[in-house]
């Protein structure tokens, strides 16, 4: 994974890249979290999984400011979030990106339009023709063609669907990277050309990468770490080989259940290749 020196030197700051701290999120009766914890390194790539409705996507919104939580702290690269106006926390939104779940593309857009929206609204002085620079080279940096640059959504595969979503979010240079279900939708070959895509980004980028994943396959061939969340809070943190040593009865249905095997013995033989 990336140098953790090389990663410090480029934010200046040396703690947690993302610290949340006893959050709360409900919607009317239903309390989605309760007490939440949780802390990402620099330098990893955090798979985050969870069942159905246990707030994994909130939990990426909350800390991204689309979401705005009961009760608790979040904190990036050092700055408090919650509490703050938009204006307070530009320098810090500035510093990451994000592909949402589907890849969330402007159907009226084309590829590279898309890809300088984040541009354009950062910053609106920059020289057309510079903007359409720097959306050509994050086409080129998601595994795109050229001849992609142009196209509208409706006219991309999945799999490229999800790269031109990479590359907006690569827009302004981020040191931070959410991705919501990268792979999801994807046939296998074209999710682990994802999964090679985001780790290479990582490791080239120095990037820290936050990853909402249902993909057993992700998880063992890219991440550092895995948070479980489970009973409205992250329940475990750390490699699969620490999660199952836990005898929480999800953590080993879901890791150490039949898919779980099959991904664990995949990523075995790719590690010996």
Same mark, same amino acid.
């Given at each position: ?163 031109? $979503?990479? &590359?907006?979010?690569?827009? =302004?240079?981020? /040191? %931070? ?5 990268? @792979?999801?939708? !994807?046939?296998?070959? $074209?999710? &682990?050309?994802?999964?090679? =895509?985001?780790? /290479? %980004? ?5 990037? @820290?990468?936050? !990853? ?62």
């Amino acid at each position: 994974m990336a140098d953790d020196d090389s990663v410090t030197m480029k934010t200046g700051y040396d703690g947690p890249v993302i610290r949340v701290k006893g959050l709360r999120n409900s919607f009317g009766p239903q309390v989605v979290h309760e007490n939440l914890d949780l802390d990402v390194r620099k330098g990893e790539i955090l798979g985050v999984v969870g069942g159905s409705g246990t707030g994994k996507s909130v939990l990426m919104r909350s800390i991204i400011g689309l979401q705005i939580p009961d009760e608790g702290e979040i904190d990036v690269f050092g700055e408090p979030l919650l509490g703050r106006s938009e204006a307070e926390t530009l320098d810090v939104r500035k510093r990451w990106g994000v592909l949402f779940q589907g890849g969330a593309l402007f159907s009226t857009l084309t590829v590279a339009e898309n890809v300088m929206v984040p541009i354009r609204e950062y910053y609106p002085q920059m020289d057309r023709e510079f903007r359409r620079e720097v959306a050509r080279y994050k086409v080129a940096l998601s595994g795109l063609p050229p001849e992609a640059s142009p196209k509208y959504p409706a006219e991309l595969s999945g799999g490229m669907r999800k790269r031109a $979503g990479i &590359a907006r979010a690569l827009a =302004l240079d981020p /040191e %931070l990277l959410f991705l919501d279900e990268p @792979t999801a939708g !994807l046939d296998p070959v $074209g999710a &682990a050309a994802v999964d090679s =895509l985001t780790l /290479e %980004l990582q490791q080239t980028l120095g990037l @820290t990468v936050f !990853l909402i994943t249902h993909d057993l396959d992700t998880l063992h061939t890219i991440c550092d770490r895995v948070a479980v969340l489970a009973e409205k809070r992250v329940i475990a943190v750390g490699t699969i080989e620490e999660l199952l040593a836990l005898d929480h009865p999800w953590i080993q249905e879901y890791f150490n259940g039949p898919r779980g095997r099959v991904a664990a013995h995949a990523a075995e033989k790719q590690a010996r290749r």
